[in-house]
């Protein structure tokens, strides 16, 4: 299954709402992950089942799925959130990645 | 608290071959799968390979399968990736997690970086 995450960079203020894509190439049935990722760190769990929130994960990271769309939505930006977002399929073996989405300060 | 440790990495040859180790502690080790993911310098992730909680079931992505080999020690509580005939798209961090089979990682290790070039 290939995931295409859109856009590559996002360019947000803080305080604003960031609206992260991730188009697979076929049902993924809830089984979509999201991470993040800081330079030099591992990445963080933050959504699993397409909309769940991970332990300690803030209420503003949110999930959906419509179809093969996933969405991650960030509202209220901190400056803690500029990182690298990646969506991460469980459906199908092979498991694969999205190639990530930047999320940096304008 | 959940730690897993990856260690092995080093510079290698192309076409050598490494063992990468990822010991684990804070949690119930035998209940879990674990799974290697890399990431190529200034690149995405990649996943590479999970190895069920028991070791008796095993997954590869379509780049590393007949290469590499995923393996554990319960006993250790130490899941190994054998790495053969690497070449330099093998060259990359490589992070191990834990998960159950078949579904999302949840903890990650802090990687061991291998690099491929002679």
């Known amino acids: 299954i290939v995931l295409t995450q859109s856009p590559a960079t996002l360019s947000v203020s803080p305080g604003e709402t960031a609206t992260l894509s991730c188009r697979a190439s076929?049902?993924?049935?809830?089984?979509l992950a999201w991470y993040q990722q800081k330079p030099g760190q591992a990445p963080r769990l933050l959504i699993y089942g397409a909309s769940t929130r991970a332990t300690g994960i803030p209420a503003r990271f949110s999930g959906s799925e419509s179809g093969t769309e996933l969405t991650l939505t960030i509202s209220s930006l901190r400056s803690e959130d500029f990182a690298v977002y990646y969506c991460?399929?469980?459906?199908?073996?092979?498991?694969?990645f999205g190639g990530g989405t930047k999320v940096e300060i304008k | 608290e959940v730690q897993l440790v990856e260690s092995g990495g080093a510079l290698v040859q192309p076409g050598g071959s490494l063992r990468l180790s990822c010991t684990a502690s804070g949690f119930t080790f035998t209940a879990y799968a674990v799974t290697w993911v890399r990431q190529a310098p200034g690149k995405g992730l990649e996943w590479v390979s999970v190895i069920s909680s028991s070791g008796g079931h095993t997954q590869y992505a379509d780049s590393v399968r007949g290469r590499f080999t995923i393996s554990r020690d319960n006993s250790r509580n130490t899941v190994y990736l054998h790495m053969n005939s690497l070449t330099a798209e093998d060259t990359a961090v490589y992070y191990c997690?834990?998960?159950?089979?078949?579904?999302?990682?949840?903890?990650w290790g802090q990687g061991t970086l291998v690099t491929v070039s002679s």
């Open positions: 991460h399929q469980y459906d199908k073996w092979p498991l694969t």
């Open positions: 997690a834990k998960g159950m089979w078949g579904a999302y990682v949840d903890y």
């Open positions: 076929q049902i993924l049935n809830n089984n």
